[in-house]
């Protein structure tokens, strides 16, 4: 089992520039998470989806879209980015014992 | 809103200190409860988690953490602090089985 899987690792876009963030998962969970971490601010809820063809608004998805194109995958799209979307992005999955994260994206726009 | 306090945002201990780091939400009704670590440059892991039962739960690495209903806390604890405990510590509920909200997260330095 590989887990969460996210890529890229690493992404520098400039502003305006547009990239979809990539996360797989192979425990058959239903629900899938897409968080952003910030500096004094832990780590906030952009969008999730409960099951395959559902996705709802977190805490912060101004800017962002997502797409659940199946049960494995979730992806985080950023169709204009600007620089306050610089952070680190963890994508995650979850099923009755909890949350499982990937290793996480870090993303700088200038 | 439901939200989700940690009170110390950097804590420096000494090696064989005992630990403590204080975690508050804001919702009255059945949550679970977590604790993760993150290490320097890696991701979050597991440390420990409360569904339900016993309010006294014990993790990984010697940690422990009490749910206190009444008080809408779930602290988490370690006797004796070692070097290698230094990361950042993120407590987090999630309050209807579709949703987890974090706290800001606490750093924990530890001098040898």
């Known amino acids: 089992n590989a887990g969460v899987t996210q890529t890229p690792k690493f992404q520098v876009l400039k502003t305006g520039q547009s990239m979809t963030l990539q996360c797989a998962q192979d425990m058959n969970h239903n629900s899938m998470y897409w968080y952003r971490q910030d500096p004094g601010m832990g780590l906030r809820l952009i969008y999730y989806s409960a099951s395959e063809g559902t996705t709802d608004k977190g805490e912060v998805p101004n800017g962002y879209n997502v797409s659940r194109l199946n049960k494995r995958e979730f992806s985080l799209r950023l169709e204009s980015a600007a620089p306050s979307q610089t952070s680190v992005y963890f994508c995650?999955?979850?099923?009755?014992?909890?949350?499982?994260f990937g290793p996480g994206t870090r993303l700088t726009v200038t | 809103a439901q939200s989700v306090s940690q009170h110390n945002h950097h804590v420096i201990l000494s090696e064989a200190a005992s630990l403590e780091l204080g975690c508050n939400y804001s919702?009255?009704?059945?949550?679970?409860l977590f604790w993760y670590v993150q290490y320097p440059g890696q991701h979050l892991q597991l440390l420990l988690k409360?569904?339900?039962?016993?309010?006294l739960v014990k993790g990984i690495k010697g940690f422990e953490a009490e749910f206190i209903k009444s008080k809408f806390s779930f602290n988490l604890r370690k006797p004796s602090v070692q070097w290698s405990d230094t990361a950042e510590y993120f407590c987090?509920?999630?309050?209807?089985?579709?949703?987890?909200?974090f706290g800001a997260g606490t750093r924990l330095t530890v001098k040898p």
């Open positions: 987090a509920v999630s309050y209807n089985n579709n949703d987890m909200r």
């Open positions: 409360y569904f339900s039962g016993d309010p």
């Open positions: 995650a999955s979850r099923n009755d014992r909890g949350w499982y």
């Open positions: 919702y009255g009704g059945t949550v679970n």
